[in-house]
């Protein structure tokens, strides 16, 4: 009958805890992300600074276009006229009115400039291309950060649903001693211990709903959701693979967002130091015109001006001297370059440093986690065996008490283990460029 009351107890003790989780809204991973894509700010700027990416790309082909220019004006008054010819014939006149008007369209297209136009063309689209990578960097990071702060909310709610069973547990504990007292078959200290032990896994307990709340409020962060949102999360979620420590480094090399961004910079460089070097070649433009013109005036030798006409040529223009600033642009161009190429190869070195850390935090709490598996089942057995064997007055208090605080120790750490392998695996999938395409 005891053991019949302690398991309706301890089922009644679930639902009530359980409770505010069923009537919650159920999220998945896959909702998380793709809430996040929509709706996270990070990600919001990163598709308008893609958009700028085009933009500057567009830019640079603006060189390879001539560029037309129209230009009118028109002005009306009234002078007074004196004029003496040399005919002999004299005017005189004041408030004379007068109009003058002015049209012309004129175009210019650079034939040759040193090949600056194509150096600009370059440097515009590596820039654009490194903007792009910088935006599929956010995206992974978001997604990464996403990913992470999912897991946090699952290892939380497992610590969380093991500290409950740890103290339904401790209160079935508390249950017998207090009937062992009232026995005579257990003292005063060892009900006081039993509800001190008590205490301390329900304020264990608190701690960890603290923290999976904690945890909650980050990931409806990054979602862009109230932080007082409820939602329950898939507590089923799987341990993903990584591919091999070789096939991760090749893929970091090839597909990191923040590598492939450097590399733009750096060719980017290279094509300022182009379009600086073409300031030592002389600039040809092919330029042509139409222009129109109409003065008329109400006094004087000429009444009316009319011409208009067309025009067409070539004009070349060489800096034979601007005070060496071309070769001081040029020394700094290429210090640029160099300095850029150094950051390219200590960003690739600090990044195989960050994938080789996360791979081996990741196989090391594979490692662990197979033994924290086996660990906790035998904790759990454990638990179960003496305090049913205490009930019966076979073991003592201080048996109970280590059981049940190891089985504890061992839930929380086998949730925290949980989440850093978790963690080090996204993170290694991050680095690698395999969590976008």
């Not at 509800?195 to 409806?220: K, M, Y």
């Not at 600039?283 to 129109?292: E, K, M, Y």
């Amino acid at each position: 009958m005891r053991k019949v009351a302690s398991n309706t107890l301890v089922l009644a003790l679930a639902l009530v805890l359980q409770a505010p989780f069923l009537m919650s809204q159920r999220l998945t991973m896959a909702d998380a992300l793709s809430e996040a894509i929509s709706k996270n700010f990070r990600l919001a700027i990163a598709r308008l600074d893609s958009a700028t990416a085009n933009a500057m790309e567009r830019t640079g082909k603006a060189g390879y276009y001539p560029t037309l220019d129209a230009t009118a004006n028109g002005v009306t008054g009234v002078n007074n006229i004196s004029q003496r010819t040399a005919s002999g014939v004299s005017i005189d006149r004041a408030g004379a009115g007068f109009t003058n008007i002015n049209a012309n369209a004129t175009m210019q297209w650079t034939l040759f400039d040193g090949f600056r136009m194509m150096a600009v063309d370059d440097q515009m689209s590596s820039l654009a291309d490194a903007e792009r990578e910088r935006a599929r960097g956010s995206y992974a990071r978001v997604i990464a950060d996403v990913m992470t702060r999912y897991v946090g909310v699952v290892a939380a709610e497992r610590a969380l649903a093991g500290a409950r069973t740890a103290l339904v547990l401790a209160e079935r504990r508390l249950e017998l001693a207090q009937r062992r007292r009232e026995t005579g078959q257990a003292s005063a200290t060892a009900v006081a211990q039993a509800e001190i032990d008590r205490n301390n896994v329900s304020v264990q307990a608190e701690r960890l709903r603290t923290a999976r709340e904690l945890s909650r409020s980050g990931l409806s962060t990054l979602l862009v959701r109230d932080v007082r949102d409820s939602f329950a999360v898939d507590t089923s979620i799987a341990m993903p693979p990584l591919p091999l420590a070789a096939e991760l480094e090749a893929a970091l090399l090839g597909r990191n967002p923040d590598i492939l961004a450097a590399e733009r910079q750096v060719q980017a460089a290279t094509a300022s130091e182009r379009q600086i070097a073409s300031s030592f070649w002389p600039r040809i433009d092919a330029v042509g015109g139409l222009q129109l013109t109409n003065n008329t005036t109400e006094a004087g030798f000429i009444l009316e001006n009319r011409t208009t006409g067309w025009s067409a040529g070539l004009q070349m223009r060489y800096n034979i001297f601007r005070g060496a600033a071309d070769a001081q642009a040029s020394e700094m161009a290429r210090v640029e370059t160099l300095r850029r190429r150094a950051e390219i190869d200590d960003l690739r070195s600090q990044m195989r440093l960050q994938l080789a850390s996360a791979i081996e935090r990741y196989e090391q709490g594979r490692r662990v986690l197979d033994t924290e598996r086996r660990t906790l089942e035998a904790a759990q057995r454990n638990a179960d065996v003496t305090l049913e064997a205490y009930r019966q007055g076979l073991v003592d208090d201080m048996d109970v008490r280590q059981s049940q605080q190891s089985l504890v120790e061992i839930i929380t750490r086998r949730a925290q283990t949980e989440f850093d392998t978790y963690a080090a695996a996204i993170e290694a999938l991050r680095l690698a460029g395999r969590l976008v395409w």
